[in-house]
């Protein structure tokens, strides 16, 4: 099982890391997008994040997609809302148990406050791999997410998951295709330059990360050989040159058929159970499960990004839950 109050801690952690580093000028710069207008500024998407994790927060209102200001915030007030947001969130969600989580209160427009939850997890593990996109384009390093999930969540051996991994999966594969939405070949294949002189990896590579990421799983659920093919994208040996879009549809298309192929046995004797091979050995494979969901969200807001860069609209995430991706599974 997945327990939410560990959910959350690392999901913030991981948020407030991937802020280090950064001064006043770069969190409130606004990048121009290829198409006109300008991108959120990393305080926006901070304040925005706050607004999530805090209920109903009047004062962030227009530090959301209906709002029309984009002003960005100073770095100072957008950190103290997210300390304020963390503190309230500590303050209820390490006690909450099944009946609340299950609960379904008027403003979550058919939610469970469980499912809530998750919606905000996501949502910053999305905005989390927007602003890494946002600072290495001003000439900041990489952060390399994620970080040490082992010790901060782990799957739980045994208990009511209220989580079911198959959707967990299902729906980030799902979504970080929804991402990819009309960009073309050649848009794919750009690689954006950074401040600092280098140049992002293109979309195409980072489907190709992410593919890599599940054909990995595949292998470690089912201890079958890694069906990973001959091209890196991972580590610092990765060759950058961008792949053609057809070739990582095919290949992202390759992951999700044998994705599916093990989901459906995904059961708690599964993800209790650890393989001796991989960088993350010492994971339970529910752990594993989790890494790739949240890597994969990340990367997700991170092509949103560059899609929005490259002058197409921004994609609003997170999708339709209901039915999907629920707390207790859906009906």
């Known amino acids: 099982m997945y327990v939410p109050i560990e959910i959350f801690r690392f999901t913030f952690s991981e948020f407030t890391r991937n802020l280090e580093g950064l001064d006043e000028g770069a969190a409130q710069t606004r990048l121009n997008k290829a198409a006109g207008g300008k991108m959120n500024a990393i305080t926006w998407a901070m304040a ?22 984009p002003t960005p915030p100073s770095l100072a007030e957008a950190r103290s809302w997210l300390e304020e947001a963390e503190t309230f969130t500590e303050g209820w969600l390490p006690a909450a148990d099944d009946a609340l989580l299950s609960s379904k209160p008027d403003f979550l427009r058919g939610e469970s406050i469980g499912t809530g939850i998750m919606r905000a997890t996501l949502h910053t593990w999305f905005h989390c791999g927007e602003i890494n996109a946002i600072r290495q384009l001003l000439g900041h390093p990489e952060t390399i997410f994620l970080g040490d999930i082992t010790e901060h969540l782990e799957w739980h051996p045994g208990g009511a998951d209220g989580y079911q991994p ?3 999966a299902r729906f980030a594969i799902s979504e970080f295709e929804r991402g990819l939405a009309d960009v073309t070949d050649e848009e794919a ?33 089912t201890g079958e050989p890694a069906q990973l093919g001959d091209r890196l994208f991972f580590g610092p040996d990765a060759d950058p040159t961008p792949p053609s879009l057809g070739e990582m549809r095919e290949r992202f298309e390759k992951a999700k058929t044998l994705t599916e192929a093990w989901l459906p046995g995904a059961n708690d004797d599964l993800l209790s159970s650890k393989r001796d091979f991989g960088p993350q050995s010492s994971e339970h494979l529910g752990t594993q499960l989790l890494r790739a969901v949240f890597h994969t969200w990340f990367h997700t807001g991170e092509i949103n990004a560059m899609r929005q860069m490259l002058g197409h609209p921004e994609i609003a995430f997170v999708g339709m839950m209901l039915g999907q991706l629920e707390y207790g599974g859906a009906d």
Do not use: C, Y
Request: hydrophobic letters at 40%; zero cysteines.
């Open 48 to 69: 925005h994040i706050a607004g999530h994790w805090l209920s109903r927060p009047a004062r962030l209102e227009d530090f959301n997609f209906q709002s029309n200001d």
């Open 166 to 168: 198959q959707e967990l």
């Open 189 to 221: 294949l750009v690689r954006l330059p950074k401040a600092d002189g280098s140049e992002t990896n293109s979309i195409t590579w980072t489907m190709g990360h992410i593919a890599t990421t599940w054909l990995f799983d595949h292998a470690l659920m």
